[in-house]
């Protein structure tokens, strides 16, 4: 039953050993005693002290106990159900090399998962274990603890790049040479591009023992990829691939601009057995420039996405010929060749015939190149519109031929020598001349220059210090065939032989496709053609935006390097796929290459023992131990809280009480009542026994809630009906008693509202009266309650809360008026301000004054007896307390904290122990309305003490 329970730390389970012994401890140990509250209200009830002290914990609390230690001695185990072994029972070191590129990505959680499975199998067989991730950055294999190697692991991530697995072979077999009964397992992601001999070097280092090499991978490859989008004759055109068939046929492909945006979808589909296909998408010119990125919806990956930047954009090319146009023979004409190699990459416009300006017509088309083949001098207003056209951004391509050698214009990138040179001239060359291999520099870098091109004429530039810098192909002998410099934010390219085959082969052979594309490729970018260049002589574009493993967008690593402007690779480690150089010039790096072909991974010799990579049955006990154990804890708490007696108003759970306390409780009730009656309404019996003059009436029955009010002490507080207000009263007792529960022995409820029309007030020792100007004043019936409250013994804090707005003229404000006519019918004593030998101040804490949110006002209390000369005392009290007190200080905001305990407002004064000083006003308020004047005779014994010994 128990054969697939294993244990992370079994040597722990010795603990379970104990569990007698906390039995034991725990039989003798005694719950909490109870607890008898004793309010104000209820002194006359549950006088007589109980103890209860069982001799024994119950038995049903010692086994919960119990129940909970074993939990935890189980947890601290680390128990799993079925937990995996790995390939091999080796004592060597255990090595997971995991294929972290962009095609982990789809599955990254179960590979991970199943790496912490090797990793915690390894723990329980005292194993160290070494993470490689084959996507990283070859480094030194290390043995780690497994608690350290499971950190590792989790800070592996998926690359978004192909893996190059070759590259940490040599620090795979020195550790091996190290350790050599070590175990690998590898979990693979079953891709390769190209040849891949990682398996095959693998079985040579494990000749012999192949067992000890597990390989976990998929069993087909599921990742699907973009190798290719670019711009076509028909829009754009994505090639999608996948290593092999494995069933997931259809999908959706998702454009998207820059910021996001969802532009347009397209499906696709793989035919059937094909690991090839491909989508087009059909769109306005506007919008196809517009995307920039490429997805496949659903697929996690670097892989699945494609970017697009400025060289893959549809350009407006417009086309202008310095010849005559000879409709009969097309292969003649000067732009034929030209527009044959754009046509797949943009959309051509040639001017319109017969117009005598076609550069003005075409620039007001809206064109981003202009391409004059065999064009001459140029008029005034033409040149300037071309200048302005080129130095706004614009790029200007143009064609030598028998015109431009004649012609005299500076819109060309270098200085021209006028006659040209041709085969059998002056300045000629015994055979045609080929073409030299571009240059690093050139944006034609990388491109083939095949032998069948040759030069038989062309336009020489004038030697000057610039002219090498902005050559960007030149013959085998030195001399310039395509020149470029920058002009303004624009770019002038100069073909120094002519856009048909007169002059060269170079418009018959494909790489001029390849030069024309690149060339319109740089419409629009604000980069010069001799722009700053890096260590090896290449324009440099840093990184902009880069794509994590999972496709998302990131800011580039600090270990992300800058590319060439003529990078023709796929993303590395040091160069991640993204956006690389300004956003207006941005060069977008792919994760694969337009020819990229993924292909099965050959394990080779360990074909035949490749496991599928799946999530284990293993099973982790230790959560659901851990929250058995917390359950327990809960429970054990709340047995505790019931046995002590804290618990005890929990309906059914409540220990019923004795019915000699109960008739007490409603005895106490019933006085009370009878008490705040007005003295008109009973009549006692004389002594005579005669009958009373009128029928007594029964009492009100006495409601839960009543009893609830009387068995607990509390604050409260007036509702005024302004919810501003009364939330700043509730808030301000609720802060005044945390400050007493903190301080002292009395342990309040929570503050209440009451309403004083219909609420019974004698529940409450002390009430808090904000006074609003403009409220209704308390109807006849609620004032004659009020003033039976303070003539019982309760004590009415009037708060106008308007120190801040008292006048130095004496004038009384709104909230003073509106307490004056509410005490007009009140029998009120004499006021006077605090004294400083007030019981008041000595009731708690020693006070000098009495500060709430302000400290200006003055607090007025009940007036004393005038004191005797013969018999000074520390402080005075007269023979109760006082039944109002009155301020203006708002001592209600200076209490008032929030849910955490955070004050409220802020106090207005200049003493910074202000709050401070009102919280201690609030606490000598209370114990001087819970008390009385018990204090002033506290203080006076020492005096009374030496008038005994006298």
Do not use: C
């Not at 795979?172 to 040479?177: M, N, P, T």
């Not at 820059?258 to 059937?272: D, I, N």
């Not at 007169?502 to 010069?528: E, K, Y």
């Not at 809960?634 to 000699?660: F, N, V, Y």
Request: aromatic content about 6%.
């Amino acid at each position: 039953m128990f054969a697939g329970l294993g244990f992370g730390a079994p040597l722990v389970l010795i603990a379970l050993a104990a569990l007698p012994a906390i039995w034991l401890i725990l039989r003798i140990t005694p719950p909490q005693p109870r607890r008898i509250p004793f309010p104000p209200l209820r002194v006359i009830a549950d006088l007589m002290p109980r103890r209860e002290t069982p001799a024994r914990t119950p038995w049903w609390l010692l086994a919960l106990r119990l129940a909970l230690a074993a939990a935890l001695i189980l947890a601290v185990a680390g128990p799993v159900w079925n937990p995996i072994t790995g390939g091999v029972s080796a004592p060597g070191p255990l090595v997971i090399a995991i294929d972290n590129g962009f095609a982990a990505a789809r599955d990254w959680d179960e590979r991970t998962a199943l790496a912490e499975e090797r990793i915690m199998s390894a723990e329980r067989q005292n194993r160290p274990v070494a993470i490689v991730g084959l996507a990283d950055r070859p480094d030194t294999v290390e043995a780690l603890a497994p608690g350290a190697a499971m950190d590792r692991l989790r800070a592996l991530a998926p690359q978004p790049h192909v893996p190059d697995r070759a590259s940490h072979l040599a620090t795979l077999g020195a550790f091996l040479s190290q350790h050599g009964e070590a175990e690998i397992a590898w979990i693979s992601d079953g891709i390769a591009f190209g040849a891949d001999g990682f398996a095959d070097s693998l079985g040579e280092a494990f000749a012999g023992r192949t067992g000890a090499v597990t390989i976990y991978r998929n069993p087909v490859a599921e990742p699907l990829m973009i190798a290719d989008a670019h711009n076509g004759p028909s829009g754009i055109e994505v090639r999608l691939v996948r290593a092999d068939p494995n069933g997931r046929d259809t999908g959706t492909l998702r454009a998207l601009d820059t910021k996001g945006l969802l532009l347009a979808e397209m499906p696709f589909s793989f035919s059937a057995g094909a690991s090839e296909t491909t989508a087009r998408f059909d769109l306005p010119v506007e919008l196809d420039n517009a995307v920039a990125r490429l997805e496949i919806a659903g697929e996690t990956s670097a892989g699945a996405v494609g970017l697009i930047d400025e060289s893959g954009k549809r350009r407006r090319v417009g086309l202008v010929s310095g010849g005559t146009v000879d409709t009969a023979q097309p292969l003649l004409s000067p732009t034929y060749y030209v527009s044959r190699a754009l046509a797949p990459y943009a959309e051509l416009r040639e001017a319109r015939r017969g117009i005598p300006d076609p550069v003005g017509d075409l620039v007001d088309q809206g064109v981003n190149v202009l391409v004059l083949a065999d064009v001459g001098s140029l008029d005034s207003e033409t040149e300037t519109k071309l200048a302005r056209f080129v130095e706004e951004g614009g790029l200007l391509i143009r064609f030598a031929g028998t015109r431009l050698a004649a012609g005299n214009d500076e819109l060309v990138p270098v200085r021209l020598r006028r006659g040209g040179r041709s085969l059998g001239g002056s300045l000629s060359w015994d055979a045609p001349k080929t073409f030299a291999p571009f240059p690093e520099t050139s944006p034609f870098a990388g491109l083939p220059v095949p032998d069948e091109i040759t030069v038989s004429r062309q336009i020489l530039a004038e030697p000057d210090g610039e002219l090498s810098r902005r050559t960007w192909a030149a013959l085998a002998d030195g001399t310039p065939v395509v020149t470029a410099a920058k002009r303004g934010e624009g770019l002038i390219v100069l073909f120094h032989v002519t856009a048909d085959p007169g002059w060269s082969s170079l418009p018959l052979s494909g790489v001029f496709v390849d030069m024309m594309r690149r060339t319109i490729a740089l419409a629009g970018r604000s980069v010069a053609a001799n722009a700053g260049e890096g260590k090896n002589g290449a324009d440099m574009a840093a990184p902009q935006r880069t794509l994590d493993g999972f496709g998302i967008w990131r800011s580039p690593p600090a270990t992300a390097k800058p590319i060439p402007r003529n990078h023709t690779g796929r993303a590395t480690l040091d160069h991640p796929p993204g956006f690389y150089g300004p956003s207006e010039a941005s060069i977008a790096l792919n994760t694969l290459l337009p020819d990229d072909r993924p292909m099965a991974l050959d394990y080779g010799p360990f074909a035949g023992s490749l496991v599928p990579i799946a999530r284990a049955a293993t099973v982790d006990l230790r959560p659901f131990l851990l929250l058995i154990a917390a359950l327990l804890l809960i429970a054990d708490t709340i047995a505790s809280l019931l046995l002590g007696g804290h618990l005890g108003g929990l309906g059914g759970l409540r220990r019923r009480p004795r019915p000699r306390g109960a008739t007490a409780a409603i005895l106490a009730l019933a006085t009370l009542a009878a008490i705040a009656l007005p003295a008109g309404q009973v009549r006692a019996q004389g002594a005579t026994g005669e009958a009373p003059q009128e029928t007594a009436r029964e009492l009100p029955p006495i409601s839960a809630e009543e009893v609830e009010r009387a068995a607990i002490t509390r604050l409260a507080y007036v509702v005024t009906g302004n919810p501003d207000i009364d939330g700043t009263s509730r808030a301000g007792l609720d802060g005044l008693t945390r400050a007493l529960v903190m301080r002292t022995a009395l342990e309040p409820g929570e503050p209440v509202g009451v309403d004083v029309e219909r609420d019974e007030l004698a529940f409450y020792p002390l009430l808090y009266w904000p006074v609003v100007a403009g409220n209704a004043l308390p109807s006849p019936a609620a004032l004659r309650r009020l003033d039976a409250y303070m003539k019982g013994g309760g004590t009415v804090i009037f708060d106008t809360r308007d120190a801040m707005a008292l006048r130095f003229d004496g004038a009384v404000t709104p909230e003073g008026q509106q307490l004056r006519r509410m005490l007009a019918t009140l029998d009120i004593p004499e006021l006077e301000p605090v004294p400083r030998d007030h019981v008041l101040s000595r009731a708690f804490y020693i006070l000098d004054y009495f500060p709430g949110r302000y400290a200006t006002g003055e607090t007025w209390v009940e007036a004393l007896p005038p004191e005797d000369e013969a018999s000074r005392r520390p402080a005075r009290a007269g023979d109760g307390v006082s039944p109002l007190i009155i301020t203006s200080n708002d001592l209600a905001a200076a209490w008032a904290v929030g849910g955490r305990g955070e004050p409220l407002f802020p106090v207005v004064g200049p003493d910074p122990r202000q709050r401070e000083i009102a919280y201690r006003v609030g606490i000598n308020i209370t114990m001087y309305a819970l008390t009385g004047n018990y204090k002033a005779d506290q203080v006076h014994v020492p005096a009374l003490l030496e008038r005994l010994g006298q």
